[in-house]
Structure formats: C-alpha cells, structure tokens
C-alpha cells in the first residue's frame, strides 16, 4: 500500500487514487506535423524507469484534482508531490 | 478418560474447568486452558499425522505456530476447518478433532506403502518418470494429486463473517513475550498509543514456559500483573489471538485475529477471524526465536519434540509429554528443559550434547541433579516406529555410547529468530555465528527486540524490549521525560552453541533424517537437488519442496541453512534463506474478503423508478454496477414475444424506457466549447444554445471511446451525455486532460448523472403523451425540432426535454430531478395509457437502435474501431485537432481492408444469427479458414418480419451485397448471408424529424 | 545428459541416488558467442533451446543476473491456453500448445503439463457476446473451444456458485479442453537441461549492465563478469526489458507492474479444470499438491517493487469466495508478486529492433507463460535467420508506429 501525499488533502492510503501514468509527456502541440514515429513515439513509448519517476495521480475519491508524484519504482518509496501549477 | 500424563500440580489450565473434546471420535478429557495438543498429550496421544509424501507416523514437535507435523480438521459440516494447528488451537468443549491425509485410520494409513519405495521417489523424481506413454499422464496426475493434500474443504457455504477494522497506532508491538511486554509498556507509559498482538491465546511468550523470574516474581506473574496493567490503560490496545501475518510497505501491517468461542455448534473453535489494517508510526517487533531441530536417523518419530516445547507442555500445561526423556542439544537451553522435566518427576535418562566441555549455569546444576550427561556426543539414530523407544547415542567420530530408553527425545538446535516480519518489511539481516542464524541488521526503522534481535537472555531481553518500545515512543513524537526502569531478571552466563547441522561422515545414512518435517525433504533429498546443480537456496526450495508446506518451513529453513552450508562447503550467510512471504501463519480467504461478498460484493445502483420496474414485472440485467429493465414480460410470455410486443409498440404507437442511467456531464465556462473541440471528433462552438449535437469521443490512438448526444444549455454551458458504462472513466479523462494538459482552458466539469434522471418517449405518439402529461414547452415540429432541447415543466416538475431519439422514432429524452422522477415517470404511464404506453427495457432498446443501424460503444467497437469504420466518417472535422485525430493517419487507419461496419441479411427471414459468430467468404472444413469479421449484433425485428445483424466485415461497405457465410457456434453449420446497408429501418430517418 | 525414466530412477535409486550429475554445468562465461541470450527464464532458455536444436547454432550464452528461472518462469500461475481473439495470437498460442503437448518427451524432463481443462466465465451479456466471439474465432483458427451455459459450468465444476441470486451471476462461458496447467519451474529447469546438454553455456549470476554498438550494430554485453562479445543478442527479460532497452538507447512501449498471486493449503482435490473470470479478475486451479493457486488483476501503478497492493488480494479473494462459497474457510498460506510488462495492447513484442543484431522478445503482460515453448521456438528462428518467422511478424516493434496493434485485452479475452 502506498501513501499518497495529495497536495490539498495530506497523505491518504492509494486505494483513494488514480494512477495516471508517466507524468512530462505533453502532448505535441501541432500532432498533423509530426512523422508517424513521433507520434508513436509521444503515443506508446515510455521510459517506464526503474528509480526515479515522476507521474500523474488524481485523488478520485477525495478532491478529485491531479498531481505529480515522484517515486522510485525500484522501492516504491515516494520521494515528493507537486501540483500542476508549481510544477517546472 | 483419566489424562494419564496430566501432573498433578502447576500449570496454567483451570483444573476446575474440566471440558471434553474428540480426537477421531475418541472422548479427550481436558481442561480450560489446555490447546488440542496439550489435551492429546496429557491422554498419552502421540501420534497426531502422517507425513504429507510418505505417510509416516507423526506427533506433536512444538507447542506453537511453527509445528510441521500438527495438522488436523476441526468440526465438521460447513463450519469444518482444514488444516489448523492443534498446537494452538484452543481445546474447547464437544470440539471434533480429526487426522488428515490417512486412510483408513492414523494408525494404519495404507498409503504409508510410500515409505517402502522411497528410496526410489527422492526429491523431485516426477520430473524424471511418468512422461510414458504419453496418454497416460492424467492417469498419474489423478493418482499423483489425490494421494497429495491435506484436510477437506468444507462442504457447503460459510455461515460465519468477517469484519476488517481499520486501526491506527503510533505504537505496535507484535508480540507479548518478555520482551513486547516491556516494550508496550515503556511504549505506554509516554502516553502513546500502543497496539499489542500476540498469536497466543495468552500473552506472556516464553515466560508461560520457564521458571525464571522477573522483578523477583515467577513470570507468568509478572505477565499477568504487566498485561493487567496495559488493559486498564487507556492507550493501550491488547490483542491476544491475534497474528501479524504481513507487514507491508508504509508499515502496513495486517493482523488476523481468531474469534473463539466455546459454543459446540461451531464445531470449530473458531467462529471467525477480525482482520486488522493497522497503519503504526513505529513498529516494534518481539516476534520471539524458533527452535532448531537437528539432525539424526528417523529423527521425525512421535515423541520426538523440540525441547522448549517439552517445557511449555510441562510448565504451562502440566503435562508430561513422555515417561522417560532423552534430550539432545548443541547449546544450553535444552538444559533448561531437563532440570523442568526433572522437577515434574520425569526422569531425564541422558543429555547428548555436541560440544565437548558443556560448562555454563545450566549444565552444572543438571549435573549436580544427576543427570547423565554426555559430552561430545549426539543422537546417532531414534529407535521406535509409532512412538520413539530409545535413542542410539555415538560421539562425534561415530563411537557408540549405547541405546538409551526413551518415550521422548527433546532437540535443541539453537535458536533461529523468526524474522519473518522483518524481512518482509525488507529489513535486512546478517549472518550471526553465535546464533549460528540470520538475525536482523539494525536500524532499519523497525526496532527488534528480544530473540528476534538474537537476544537470548531474559535480564537482556527486558532491557531490549524498554528501550526499543522507548525509543519507538519517541520517535512517534512521545517522550516525557522519566522513563521507565527496564524490569530486572537474573543474567545467567550461558556458554556458546556448537552449531551442529548433519552428522559427520556415515553416522545415520542407514535411517532417513528429516530436514523439512512437513514436506517429507530429508538429507538425502538436499544432497540430491544439490548434486544435481539445484544450489541457490531458492532452486533447493522449488526442487525439493523444502519450505513450501503449511508450516511455511519455519522450522526447516534456519536448519536447512546451515545444512547446505556445510554440504557445499561454503559461508551460511551467502547461501541464505527462502524469501519470507507474507502470510506468517496462513489467515482464512473469507476473513481476508471480509464483507466485500454477497450483496456487498459491489454497490447496486438502480433508478427512482427501481421499484415501478419491479411491479411491473420487469426483468433486469446488469450493466456496470446498474441493475436495468432488460424487458417486461407480462403472463405467459417468453423474452422473444415480450420483446417483439415492446418493440411494435413504439414503432406503431408509443414506448416509455428508463434512461436515468445514462453519464451526464456539465460542461461550463468560457472555454467550455474550445474544450468540446478538443475532445470530440466533430465541431462544437457554432452550435447555438438550444441544440444538440452527436459526437464521437477517441482515445488518442483514433479508436472510439465513447459516443453520445451533447446539447448547449446556453452560451457558456454544454451538457453531455455519455453512454451509461462509460459515465466514469469519460469524466476522469475529461478531467485528466483538463488539469494536466490544459490548465489554461476555463472549463468546469460536474457529474450530474445521478441528479438528472433520464426517461425517454419513443414512437409516433410520443408528442400526444407529453402533451397528455401537461407540460408548458410548445411541443410543435417547428417549435421544437429534432435535434434540439427545451427547458420547462413536465407534469409540474421542471425539466430539461432533449428531442433526439436512439430508436429512430420520433422521441423525447425528458431529464428531471432525481427526486421527482418517479412521479413524472408515472404521470407519463398514466398519460399514455389511453395511447397504449409501453414500457421497454435495454433488449428492445438494442432491437431498435440496431434496425436504424446506431452502433453501441462496446459491442460494435471493441477499442479496435475508428470512426469511419463505423460509417461516421463524415464527424471527423478536418479543420480543427482533436484527441486522436493524427492516429487516424497511421498508415493502419487507412488500410482499405480494415473491419467495416454492415448489416447482415440471413437468406432464411427466420435465422437469427448468433452474436460473435465469424463471417467468411467461402465455408470449408480447413482450419485456420481465413474470417472476415464478425457479428456485433443479431435479433429478430418484428417491425421488419425478419433477422437482422450487424457486423464488422473486412472491407465490407466496398462490397455490399456480396454472399457471405456466417459459423455457427454449436453445430458447425453455416448460415448464408449477404452484406448490406447497415440502416434496415427508415433509412432516410423521416420517421425521428416528424 | 543423463536419460530420465522409471528404470534409470530405479537403478539409481538402488545406489542411492549417488551417481545423478548436474542438470546444466555452471558455465564460465567465454569472450564471446554467435549468439547471447539476457535472461535465463523460460522464454530465454527455450530460444537457446531451439537455437542449438533446430538452428545447429550452439556457440550460445544465456545470461542470467539472479539464479536461472527466478523471474515470471517461477512466479506464475502456470496456466497454459491458446484461446485468443486475433488470428496473431491465436496462431501463436495454438502453436505454442502444440509445443506444450510433447514438451516433457521432447526434453527429457517432466513439466507436468496437465490438460485439465480452462472455463471463462461471463457476468455479463455482453461479456457472453464477446466469449461467444472468442469461440467462433477459435473454432475457425482450429482451436477448440466450446460455448457453454450455466448449466454446463455448473456440471463441470459443481462447487462453482452458479445461482441466479449472486451480485454477478455467471451467465455461461467457455471451455478449452485442452488448456490446462504445467509446472513451472521444471519448464525452465528442462529447457535448461535440454540446451546444456547441446552445447549452450548458462551463465547465473551474470547481470548486463551495458550494451555495446558500432556503426548501428550490437558488438557486445557489458557484465558484471566481464565484456562479453556477441553475433547477435536477444533481450528476453520480463520484468525489466525497459531497462535494459535503454541501454541500447531504445524506448518501448512497455509499462511494468506488480501481478500477485496467492496459494492456499493442500485441499484433497475438489476440482479440476482452470477457472477464470476476467470481470471480477481472479484465476484459480488445484495444484497437483492440493494448493489452490489464485491470481488477481494487476497493480495500477507501475512499479518494479515486489510488494503488491494487498487490497488487490483482498479484491481477488472476495471474488473468489464469491464464486465458490466454500473456499472461504480455506486458508491463504503465501502470497507473492512477480514483475509484468505490458504493452498498449496486451500483446507482446518479438522483434529486431532498430539497431542491427539486437533482437527483443518482451511485453508478454501477464501471458509469457503459456507461449514459452512458440515464443522460444518463433524466437530461435529470428534470431538464427536475422528476420522473424510468419507467426511472430506480426508482433514487430513497428506496429506501434502503423497502428496494426493487436488488442487483446480490448477484445475481450482476458489477459493472463
């Protein structure tokens, strides 16, 4: 079980949560430029690290707001959260 | 029965409380206090099971959770239990106790046949035969798996629940010997909250087993005065029965606590279990130290007992669990339990010990009380077939020392601590040589305390436990200054152990010596994995099935350790142990589902009008978590003609169906149509405040996600419906896109599904009903056309009425509150009836959307399928990106061969096709056969007197009208076919615009 | 390498079972192989396997960073099927059971491959519609495949809760006959067996920490035993073939994530085909020892740690006393995780990649299991020919480029 430390609410065990997957993939902002690789590349391809990584969770069943979370992957240790706002 | 074994003074049991159990029909008397299998043994019963591969005879080898041999079936009927320790089961009155795994009896188990050919089924020789003749494989298996096993299962559901408690502490202690009662207690007394597990019945560890004393009393006072004192605090939770089977990460840990009552019509004596999730801030872990066996021939004979346990049994039991006792040691506790044996009157005939000048406290007062002891030497071999008679004593270099008559034969191996928590907790551990065991590195977070920190003596094991339950405290933030005095013990100078881990050279190769008790692993099968190159730890473990029994190998792993160290000749820290996983002691798949079952399994969500549904007879079906009017069918009818009635109805005069179940989502602000833009395939911004507009959602690899009617309410306001199984996840992708992509779009998303019900008119009549209703919108064409909404009142109650329709007929979908909706609902019926009102459920909703050919998210798409594969090409809007436009570019999205939306015509009118039924070209008995596609949907249309499909077809609206075949599923026939246009009802939609 | 049968365990036995040698030599890594394999668990072994053969290559090294067979070959629930939606699969996993139908005599070791039978089970109408999908598919593809109702799962597994009254009552499913379950670790422990015995080195204790090109070309592995010098490399490693991909400099499209799995205590049989329902996520079959083996869904979050969500197993074992009401006094007695990598579309990757030499065979989800011998076998080709073999073209790393995914979990057959 993990405690996810949501940026509005404190920390709430995970079962209160959404996974949301690699966080710092924006998505591109003129799609129809791009070769079909990079599109594949932005669609399906992932650093899926093992350590440090940075990913989205939402707080479904409490605020309902999304946020970063890093963690490393290796040790599920979480390692800091930030909101969208005053993430880089 | 008299209990022959029982002594006649001290112990823990109520003497006034006499009860009386059942061991395989036999009458067992007991008494309150007594396990099962201090009950067994105080009536001389020593032979408890067989072996699990072998079937030999087994008894009683511990007096706790870490017995491999102890396995029996408690109760009968549903509450039966399989599989439950009679170590630490409660005797209880009227309990039924039964062997497992023998047949016809426990004491003559046909199956122990076995035994005779062991020399040729070692460790893992299924590998290496039964591969021939190939056919006869199941054959083997079925003998191979019913000569496996253990208890039975019970025979009918669980009458018994569990509940989960939910917990939070700042400090736990699990464990409630010397050590977790000082630390509770220094933990307490700063004022924090200390949760306290024991898996016995009684706290008070080792100290309910010894004569030694703490703070000048004997200690099983000092436990009851200490345990008396954390009940009546405040912040102190005791647990007793309770185990701590996993510790998770962010110190999760999971209790099991075992409900007992006394009452004969459980037949178990468990009526449940309670889990705890317990969320401390510190842990302190008193998880105490397992016993090692040792090694010798036919080491696993009944009688043959860890030698601690022979202490419980007589100290806190009062039961002689032998007449006559050998002990066999490498370390000076088993001293310990000879001088308890002696002081019970039972005469201790010899000590074999491995060391050569055994000199500490313990042995010179065994000593000074007469008893043999034998320095330099060990047990060769036990004599005895269903219960140990002697003991064959040898030293070290193989020189015998005689046979030495015995009815039990203590072991004492050292102790391993059981670290079982704390590695699953990743807390690393070290090779300790004093303790010849793995003993957990410090300053892991956790604090160990006691034996499991591999401390062995009482007077330190109580300063242990003060200061780690201290320190805990303080770490958790409570601190207050005057700590409390560890409690004091006398410190006994113990002399270091020998590790001993098999015998040298040949000494017992004649008899077999059991490593894993349990799984039957002996010597001979660890030197086979090994000689075969099955060496990592965890290679021995999978090939010999060393570890994997009931018993989790608690005791087996610390020995086989130190065995295969020595058999390869290398370091004990670098061979390891098996990983520890979770669960410590196995815990019941019902307590750990605790109430999610039954109805609770997953919420019911239903409608305001459920109940009408129901008096009217509806069937349901499950959609998502909805429970939905599948059809009505009245007196008499069956599905078909109760479907074929609905669906005339609304295309000849009017249905009513209830569409609450629909997703509905508030789409507001500025942005609020740039956002639309984004998300659905077609346009949005120009629609004008008062329309509606079909649109398709993709997931941004192009294929649909959901579908579904979307109206402006006004300028800065959009209300989207979305399909009902969807309404969830649409909302969460709307809003991940929303926070995370485009935090700059001013758009505010709200679920309204469950504040909006949905109650939809189809059929030519439909107008003639809501005006019948009352309802102050102008419902004329040209007022209020297709493809548009009104906001009024509907039978008084204010509503939002979309004119759009998913059967094709002319149609209102009219939103009202919640609350009021059972009463529009029926005020619609009542309206309607001079009409001839139908109510309709999903099964018709499906037969008239499928003869106007409208797909369904989910059964014509399967996450494979694009817009134009579907025909709705003509909602991709080339001016504007979308989520998922560039994917539909790839060159896959455009290959002309892709799955195509058709309809299908049987040539028999009568034929319904079968759902999911494969399309071919030209049917044939060769397999693989090339398939075209498949159909989505299939039925009857009575509107249309004939079968129609739908079906994704390779390429198929190039080809309409082209002969296919379509499989059956049951017969192997095929049905003749030819492709169409998927619109088979109204296709130039005259019908909804009326 | 020694014969394995009834009399030489006899004969043996006679002796004391002294003379039995290694099942694989534990062989020193050489300079360098015509062909190195990363991972040593089943798909890898098995590649080497058919490499030395069915190629006649044997200058072959499988590297394995841990002990031989202690990734997913060793954590799964040993179900094996071929019951798949899309013909790629389909055919793959078919050919794979074919493999599986002679494996313990084509390697001389028994894998205890067990054709019990596998049911599906549907909640839902439209989980029916999309079984009866699956068999139609099947049928055609010459797999069997049988739709059943309610009342046939209830004769074939008698303690299933089949009644009208549950909160997802099981409306009907399917049956593959021949599907069924194997034990595991012998699985890699004959494949390991079967290619040492031609020739192929196994290296334990032996992790990749770099991989060497030139001129877009793979040259060599950088170990924790040195540099190791390679024809061609095959990257078989569940669990972590992200990781080593980027050694490389490529990116996958893979996700890792916890899958769990439990055992209970020995039982006395009580049934016997494999039972899975993919709407309440649970699998569950008797073991030969009496253990009820049960797998669950995957962990949401993606991750490379072994401690799974234990509300998972809380999920799993509700839905499981759910569908058979009587295990519910049955007790777990282990629990454990394993390491998935998954793909967008549930299917795996067995392809050449874009650098020359550098061949992967990864993203097999919860699935590897049942397609280790096709997904060896296919494998071995590719890598003996440069070039992939029929069945597994369409599993090529580029689809995820073109789009021609093949959804396996979106088209209804369950994943693992």
Redesign the interface.
């Known amino acids: 079980m993990l405690l996810i430390p949501c940026p509005w609410c404190g920390p709430r065990e995970d079962d209160e949560f959404t996974f949301g997957g690699e966080a710092d993939i924006p998505r591109p902002t003129d799609p129809d430029a791009l070769t079909d690789e990079e599109w594949a590349d932005y669609l399906f391809m992932r650093d899926n690290r093992r350590g440090r990584h940075r990913e989205q969770w939402c707080h479904t069943a409490g605020c309902r707001r999304w946020f970063i979370v890093e963690r490393d992957t290796a040790t599920n240790q979480i390692l800091g959260a930030s909101t969208y706002d005053a993430s880089p | 029965m008299s209990q022959p074994f029982r002594l006649n003074r001290g112990g823990r049991i109520d003497r006034h409380a006499p009860l009386q159990f059942t061991f395989d029909g036999r009458p067992i008397d007991a008494y309150n206090g007594d396990t099962v299998a201090s009950g067994l043994l105080a009536n001389g019963v020593t032979l408890v099971g067989r072996s699990?591969k072998y079937h030999r005879p087994r008894g009683i080898v511990s007096a706790g959770a870490e017995d491999p041999n102890a396995f029996v079936q408690l109760g009968h009927g549903a509450?039966?239990?399989?599989?439950r320790l009679a170590t630490v089961t409660p005797a209880t009155p009227g309990l039924k106790v039964r062997h497992v795994n023998a047949w016809p009896s426990l004491e003559y188990d046909v199956m122990s046949a076995f035994g005779l050919v062991a020399?040729?089924i070692?460790a893992g020789?299924?590998?290496?035969?039964?591969?021939?003749p190939?056919r006869f494989?199941?054959l083997y298996?079925h003998f191979?798996?019913?000569a496996?096993?253990?208890?039975?299962?019970?025979?009918?559901?669980?009458p018994?629940r569990y509940d989960h408690v939910h917990a939070h502490c700042d400090v736990l202690v699990v464990g409630a010997g010397p050590a977790g009662l000082a630390a509770a207690h220094a933990a307490a007394h700063t004022g924090a909250r200390v949760i306290l597990a024991d898996e016995q019945a009684e706290p008070g560890g080792i100290l309910l087993s010894t004569c030694e004393h703490v703070d000048d009393q004997p200690g099983p006072n000092w436990a009851d005065a200490t345990v008396a004192k954390l009940s009546a605090a405040p912040n102190v939770t005791l647990l007793p029965n309770t185990t701590a089977f996993?510790l998770?990460?962010?110190n999760?840990v999971?209790l099991a606590e075992r409900l007992i009552t006394d009452q004969p019509d459980h037949a178990g004596s468990e009526h449940g279990a309670r889990i705890w999730r317990v969320l401390p801030k510190q842990i302190v872990l008193a998880t105490g130290a397992h016993e090692r066996p040792l090694l010798f021939g036919n080491n696993d004979r009944p009688g043959v007992m860890l030698a601690g346990a022979i202490s419980t049994y007589v100290n806190r039991y009062a039961v002689a669990p032998g007449s006559r006792a050998v002990l066999f040691t490498n370390n000076d506790s088993a001293y310990r339990t000879a001088l308890d044996l002696t002081d019970a009157g039972i005469p201790v005939a010899a000590i074999a010990d491995v060391r050569s000048d055994p000199d500490g406290d313990l042995p010179s007062e065994a000593r000074a009380q007469g008893i043999p002891v034998y320095p330099g030497a060990v047990v060769r071999h036990a004599h005895g077939g269903r219960r140990v008679a002697a003991a064959e004593l040898c030293s070290l270099d193989g020189d015998p020392l005689g046979t030495v008559e015995c009815d039990l034969l203590g072991v004492s191996g050292g102790f391993a601590p059981a670290l079982h928590l704390h590695a699953q907790a990743?807390g690393p551990s070290q090779w300790d040589p004093t303790l010849a065991a793995f003993a957990p590195k410090p300053g892991h977070g956790i604090h160990p305390a006691g034996a499991v920190a591999g401390e062995l003596e009482l007077a330190a094991t109580l300063r242990q436990g003060t200061q780690a339950g201290a320190t805990a405290a303080a770490a958790a933030g409570y601190s207050n200054g005057n700590e409390v005095e560890a409690p004091g013990a006398n410190d006994s100078t113990q002399a270091p152990i020998q590790p001993y881990w098999l015998p040298p050279g040949n000494l017992a190769r004649a008899k077999p010596q059991f490593v894993d008790l349990h799984e039957d692993v002996t010597l001979?099968d660890l030197r086979?994995s090994l000689?075969?190159?099955?060496e990592?730890i965890?290679?021995v473990k999978?090939?010999t099935?060393l570890g994997?029994?009931?018993d989790?190998g608690k005791l087996a792993n610390p020995l086989a350790t130190g065995v295969i160290a020595q058999l390869l000749g290398r370091d004990p820290a670098s061979v390891g142990t098996p990983?520890h996983?979770?669960?410590y002691s196995?815990?019941?798949?019902?307590a750990?589902?605790?109430r999610?079952?039954?109805?609770l399994?997953?919420p019911?969500r239903v409608t305001p009008m459920q109940e009408w549904h129901q008096v009217a007879g509806a069937r349901f079906?499950?959609?998502g978590q909805w429970r939905r009017a599948w059809y009505y069918p009245q007196p008499g009818e069956s599905m078909h003609d109760a479907v074929a009635r609905e669906c005339l109805a609304v295309r000849r005069r009017v249905g009513i169906l209830d569409y609450s179940t629909l997703g509905k989502i508030e789409v507001t602000g500025p942005d609020a149509g740039e956002f639309l833009d984004r998300v659905y395939t077609n346009a949005w911004k120009r629609l004008r405040p008062g329309r509606c507009r079909y649109g398709l959602m993709l997931g941004?690899?192009?294929?649909i996600f959901d579908d579904g009617v979307t109206a402006r309410l006004d300028d800065q306001r959009y209300l989207m419906f979305t399909s009902t199984a969807n309404a969830a996840p649409v909302l969460?992708w709307l809003?991940?896109w929303l926070?995370?992509?485009w935090?700059d779009l001013r758009v505010y998303l709200t679920s309204v599904s469950e504040h909006w019900s949905n109650i939809a008119l189809a059929g030519p009549r439909s107008r003639d009903v809501l005006a019948a209703a009352g309802t102050d919108i102008r419902l004329a064409r040209q007022d209020f056309p297709f493809m548009t909404f009104r906001e009024g009142h509907v039978a008084g109650v204010p509503a939002r009425v979309f004119r759009i329709s998913f059967s094709g007929e002319l149609s209102y979908e009219i939103n009202v509150p919640a609350d009021r909706a059972r009463h529009v609902w029926e005020a619609l019926v009542d309206a309607g009836r001079p009409l001839g009102i139908t109510p309709y459920g999903t099964e018709t909703m499906h037969v008239l959307r499928a003869e106007k050919g409208f797909i369904i998210v989910?059964?014509e798409t399967?996450?494979?399928v694009t817009p134009n594969d579907v025909g709705l090409g003509r909602l991709i809007s080339r001016r504007k990106?979308f989520l998922g436009?560039?994917?539909l570019s790839?060159?896959?999205?455009v290959r002309p061969d892709r799955k195509q939306l058709v309809g299908l015509l049987t040539d028999d009118p009568a034929q319904v096709l079968?759902?999911?039924?494969?399309v071919?070209d030209a049917p044939g008995p060769r397999?693989?056969?090339p398939?075209r596609g498949?159909v989505?949907s299939s039925y009857f249309s009575p509107v249309l007197g004939r079968s129609i499909a739908l079906a994704m077809v390779a390429g198929g609206r190039a080809t309409l009208g082209e002969r296919l075949h379509v499989?059956t599923?049951?017969d192997d026939r095929w049905l003749p076919v030819r492709s169409c246009n998927p619109v088979f009802y109204d296709p130039q939609g005259a019908r909804q615009h009326v | 390498m020694q014969f394995y049968s009834l009399p030489n365990l006899i004969r043996r036995g006679l002796r004391g079972h002294r003379d039995w040698t290694p099942a694989w030599r534990k062989a020193e890594p050489k300079p360098a192989y015509d062909v190195v394999i990363v991972g040593a668990g089943g798909h890898g072994l098995a590649t080497a396997y058919y490499l030395a053969k069915l190629h006649g290559i044997t200058n072959v090294a499988v590297l394995e960073r841990g002990w031989l067979g202690g990734g997913n070959i060793g954590r799964n629930t040993a179900i094996v099927r071929s019951n798949y939606l899309w013909d790629a699969s389909a055919h793959i996993y078919e050919f794979s059971l074919k493999l599986w139908e002679g494996l313990s005599q084509e390697l001389n070791y028994n894998v205890m491959f067990s054709q019990r039978g596998l049911l599906n089970i549907a909640h839902s109408e439209q989980e029916m519609r999309d079984l009866a999908r699956r068999v139609s598919a099947n049928q055609l593809n010459g797999i069997d495949a049988e739709l059943l109702s309610n009342d046939e799962m209830s004769k074939l597994v008698p303690i299933l809760n089949t009644s009208p009254d549950t909160r997802y009552p099981v409306l009907g499913g399917t049956l593959q006959r021949r599907g069924g379950v194997a034990r595991h670790d012998a699985v890699a422990w004959g494949y390991a067996r079967a290619a040492d015995a031609l020739g192929v080195d196994i290296v334990e204790n032996c992790e990749v920490t770099g991989i060497r090109t030139a001129d877009g070309r793979v040259t060599s592995l950088e170990t924790t035993r040195g540099e190791i010098r390679a024809g061609a490399v095959g990257l078989v490693v569940a669990g972590n073939a992200s990781v080593l991909a980027s050694m490389a400099g490529i990116r996958l499209p893979i996700q890792s994530h916890p899958l769990q799995a439990l055992v209970t205590e020995p039982l006395k049989p009580i049934f016997d085909p494999v039972v899975m329902s993919s709407a309440v996520h649970v699998y569950v079959h008797q073991t030969d020892r009496g253990e009820l083996v049960l797998g669950a869904g995957i962990d949401a979050p993606v991750s490379y740690d072994l401690n799974g969500n234990f509300r998972i197993i809380e999920h799993v074992l509700a839905a499981v006393c759910e569908l058979f009401p009587i295990f519910s006094r049955v007790r777990m007695l282990r629990q454990w995780a394993g390491t998935v990598d998954v793909c967008p579309d549930a299917s795996p990757i067995i392809s050449g990649t874009p650098i020359k030499g550098l061949f992967m065979n990864c993203g097999w989800g919860t699935g590897g299991f049942k397609a280790t011998p096709g997904s060896g076998w296919v494998f071995a080709h590719t890598l003996a020919h440069q070039e992939p073999h029929p069945l597994n073209e369409p599993f090529a790393l580029d689809r995820f480029t073109t789009g021609a995914l093949i959804d396996e979990h979106g088209a209804a057959a369950v994943a693992h």
């Open positions: 699990f509450r039966t239990l399989p599989n020399p040729f070692p020789f299924y590998y290496k035969t039964l591969m021939w190939r494989w199941p298996e191979l798996r019913h496996a096993g253990l208890g039975h299962a019970p025979d009918a559901p669980d018994d996993g998770y990460e962010s999760l999971l990743r001979d086979l000689r075969e190159g099955y990592s965890e290679h999978r090939y099935t994997m029994g009931p989790q990983r996983r979770p669960a196995p815990v019941s798949l019902g750990i589902a605790g999610h079952i039954g109805p399994a997953d019911v079906e499950n959609v941004e690899d192009g294929m969460a809003e991940q926070q995370t992509e935090p989910g059964q399967d996450g494979s990106d436009k560039r994917s790839r060159p896959d999205s079968p759902e999911g039924g494969h071919v397999r693989p056969l398939m498949h989505t499989a599923l049951h």
